[in-house]
């Protein structure tokens, strides 16, 4: 009796047995596994997916070469910059000559880096307070960095060193390509009443804006001198320099 029950039994259905029941399905199953494998392979062995594969990869060690770089110049920076530390606290200290000294000698054994780039354009104040403007040309062309607030310092400062050593032309070139190169305010009114003018780059434009109209005044160019004052008066109306631009007007009237 309990075998014929056994018999009339429905089929089990746990994975052991429904994989035993369908052969076929368990082989068609296998044959289309095979197939994606197969499709793998061939995706790899065509010759676009080689060059796809191998962009890729350069493009991995780039990035991760570039992070690395970043990193490690970031951390050479930081050291660089502790040691100028002995000069910014002669400076604080009033101490120029001991500054001079400790900046001096940095530069002197420095590589090329963001701080080295501070210690010029800090050298080259140095020698600009002294009315030692050759000397200071000579550190504010040194200042090579490609940060907007160092290069556009190192190039205020030629053009104020050459001012001063009488190179007006010079100065010129090198102030209209500050204004070219980070002067961005109009004076619109209405843009800037919607906040919508565009900002200056870096600050101490309006001064640029100044010695421009200064040298061309120098240059005989008073034509020019004037466009500079205008425009000065227009997108500074409230700065230090607009006043000296206004004792600037009258005397180009």
Request: charged share 20%; aromatic share 8%.
């Amino acid at each position: 009796m309990a075998d014929n029950n056994t018999e009339n039994q429905t089929p089990s259905s746990s994975p052991l047995s429904s994989s035993n029941a369908n052969p076929t399905q368990q082989n068609q199953g296998h044959t289309v596994g095979a197939d994606d494998s197969a499709a793998k392979f061939a995706f790899l062995d065509h010759p676009q997916s080689k060059i796809i594969m191998g962009a890729l990869l350069f493009l991995v060690i780039v990035l991760g070469s570039f992070n690395y770089w970043r990193s490690t110049s970031k951390e050479k920076d930081q050291i660089h910059q502790k040691d100028l530390g002995p000069a910014y606290t002669f400076l604080s200290q009033g101490q120029v000559d001991s500054a001079r000294v400790a900046l001096q000698n940095y530069v002197s054994v420095s590589r090329p880096t963001l701080a080295l780039s501070k210690a010029y354009l800090l050298l080259g104040r140095l020698y600009f307070s002294e009315a030692k403007y050759a000397e200071a040309l000579d550190a504010y062309k040194k200042v090579t960095a490609k940060h907007p607030l160092l290069a556009a310092a190192g190039l205020y400062g030629q053009a104020a060193s050459q001012m001063q050593l009488g190179d007006y032309a010079s100065a010129l070139t090198l102030l209209e390509t500050l204004v070219s190169d980070y002067h961005k305010e109009t004076g619109d009114m209405q843009l800037r009443g919607l906040d919508r003018e565009p900002a200056d780059v870096v600050p101490g434009l309006s001064n640029v804006l100044y010695k421009l109209a200064l040298c061309y005044e120098q240059m005989g160019k008073k034509d020019l001198a004037l466009e500079q004052v205008q425009k000065l008066l227009k997108a500074y109306p409230d700065s230090p320099d607009a006043q000296k631009a206004k004792r600037l007007l009258v005397s180009l009237s």
